[in-house]
């Protein structure tokens, strides 16, 4: 990759840049929440689906906010897109493709094996001993990520 950065690309990395920060910043700050907001993860936890290791004597109702959900791994995640979000920042501000060619080889990487992770997210929720479907925010962020992948390739290629 040798020459400036075409304006496809500094406007490829710039949408990378507020995506990734935007949901980023979200799942690093408030990891529950955000998964709850999106529907990835039911906001409220109805009491039979509690393991009785951890229900409280005589509850009966719902549990509000209990999303059970990993805060570490979910504040990693977060933490890898507001990476992604400052490296796109980075390849944004960059004059030259010599400059950005690792960064954008990684971008294509990260976005093939994230839709690869959805599908086989998908497939296996479809799979276990009580199916679910994937959250449509799931297959929003599959989107999202396969056309960021083909705009990486796409830069790649020129």
């Keep these: 990759m040798q020459g400036p950065i075409s304006k496809c690309l500094r406007t490829t990395f710039l949408v990378h840049m507020i995506v990734a920060a935007l949901l980023g910043i979200a799942l690093w700050l408030v990891p529950g929440r955000t998964l709850a907001l999106l529907g990835w993860v039911p906001e409220w936890v109805p009491i039979s689906n ?4 951890a229900k409280l004597p005589a509850a009966k109702r719902s549990i509000p906010g209990q999303t059970f959900v990993d805060p570490v791994l ?7 897109l507001l990476a992604l979000a400052f490296s796109s920042y980075r390849g ?6 010599d400059e950005v060619s690792v960064l954008v080889q990684m971008e ?4 093939v094996l994230g839709v690869i992770a959805f599908l086989y997210g998908a ?17 929003a962020l599959a989107v999202v990520l396969a056309g960021f ?6 830069a790649l290629r020129r």
Excluded: D, H, L
């Design 50 to 53: 509690i393991p009785e290791i």
């Design 74 to 80: 979910t504040r990693i995640i977060g933490a890898a």
């Design 123 to 139: 497939w296996a929720m479809s799979q276990a001993v009580e199916p679910r479907a994937m959250p449509p925010i799931g297959w």
């Design 92 to 97: 944004w501000r960059s004059a030259s493709k």
């Design 108 to 111: 294509a990487v990260f976005c």
């Design 149 to 154: 992948a083909v705009s990486w390739a796409i």
